[in-house]
């Protein structure tokens, strides 16, 4: 039986045996059996039906993310009409037109951070100096988080991707977070700002203690997503010189290579979960209620019906139906975000330090192994 985490041979394709069946068995670390889609459309059946409960916590001891019970606000783990209620209070401040307001800025931080990188010595950590600081200022400046507070919350956001932590450290991991948050929370309503934060606390009727839920939620998949996929991405293109140059020299390139990088690397794999409300049938098979299910997206997005030649990195291949941002009332806000931050950053990397390379053999680099969100720890570059 398939068990979670599975291992990859290859750093860019799905994990070993993901897609050897469309809708079984797989074991967690616990020994627990649970559900498994894996295919494009079952994974869209899945998601796009709230009889499958987003309400998961507690039923899955092998998952940081669920360990402990979820603070008001982080509606992920919500249901409608709660699930509704919240999320509709920030959908239209992440439309493409408010995100697309912010890509002078976004230009600008991508700018600076390359400065900041050519400044360094040679080899480089891409991911400490460049992957994971463009989003995470990013983030902080569209919330209004203080930059300088960033490793308090990168520092949970590890300790709750971590598939192996365990109960207590989790709950611990989530309380401390909770107490940044309201702190900076009690500062903002002394001092009001004119970030996202700010805005929910003045202008919708969500509590303090639910804006800070949800600025969990924005903070972890605010940064350590499209991290991930510059990081890894970065690794990939190095081994696909053909691609670098079309996304280095072509402008256009840059449109569609974000959407096909995120369908390619699906750094998120298994990190969404739900829960039977009741008898439920997927693929003609009885989902008993109460049973729990997990997908993976990293075979659903290399799924044959989704695309032709699915297994080919194409960055000229228009927008797929891919599932890199999931699907149905709980789809990425930030997807907007994210993609802008991609099309941004790749070209400007590559066209700033040209003959980039690694300066380490590629199975030197470490991967996120037994990480919610897949990626690379360090990668060593030079030019």
């Not at 991991?173 to 909770?178: I, K, R």
């Not at 500062?187 to 700002?193: D, E, I, L, Q, S």
């Not at 924005?218 to 510059?230: F, N, P, R, W």
């Not at 794999?269 to 109460?290: H, K, M, N, V, Y």
């Amino acid at each position: 039986m398939r068990q979670i985490p599975m291992t990859r041979s290859c750093p860019f394709s799905p994990p070993d045996g993901a897609a050897d069946e469309a809708l079984g068995k797989v074991r967690l670390s616990t020994g627990d059996e649970i559900w498994y889609a894996t295919t494009h459309d079952l994974v869209r059946k899945l998601f796009g039906d709230t009889r499958f409960s987003s309400e998961v916590e507690g039923g899955q001891q092998g998952i940081p993310l669920y360990k402990a019970p979820p603070p008001p606000g982080m509606f992920v783990q919500m249901d409608p009409p709660e699930h509704t209620r919240v999320r509709r209070m920030l959908t239209g401040r992440f439309t493409l037109q408010r995100m697309n307001r912010l890509r002078p800025r976004i230009e600008q931080i991508i700018a600076d951070q390359l400065d900041h990188v050519e400044k360094q010595p040679r080899p480089v950590d891409l991911v400490e100096h460049f992957a994971l600081p463009v989003p995470t200022l990013v983030i902080c400046e569209l919330l209004g988080v203080p930059y300088s507070e960033r490793e308090t919350f990168q520092i949970a956001s590890v300790r709750l991707l971590d598939i192996n932590l365990d109960s207590e450290t989790a709950t611990a991991a989530l309380e401390d977070f909770g107490v940044f948050l309201m702190e900076l929370i009690a500062a903002k309503r002394a001092r009001p700002g004119e970030g996202l934060l700010d805005d929910l606390l003045t202008g919708t009727d969500l509590s303090d203690e639910e804006v800070a839920g949800v600025a969990v939620l924005l903070l972890i998949a605010g940064h350590e997503t499209s991290a991930s996929v510059l990081g890894l991405g970065t690794l990939l293109l190095l081994q696909r010189p053909d691609q670098l140059a079309l996304l280095r020299d072509e402008p256009e390139a840059a449109k569609t290579a974000a959407d096909e990088m995120l369908r390619y690397l699906s750094v998120v794999d298994t990190l969404l979960f739900r829960r039977a409300s009741q008898d439920l049938e997927l693929d003609g098979r009885t989902i008993p209620e109460g049973d729990f299910l997990t997908v993976s997206l990293a075979a659903a997005n290399r799924d044959p019906s989704l695309c032709e030649n699915p297994d080919v990195l194409d960055l000229t291949r228009p927008r797929t139906h891919h599932l890199a941002f999931g699907f149905g009332p709980h789809q990425c806000l930030g997807q907007n975000l994210a993609r802008i931050e991609l099309e941004i950053a790749f070209p400007a990397l590559l066209r700033r330090l040209p003959g980039l390379r690694l300066a380490v053999p590629p199975e030197e680099v470490p991967t996120r192994e037994g990480m919610l969100v897949y990626g690379v720890n360090r990668l060593e570059v030079t030019w």
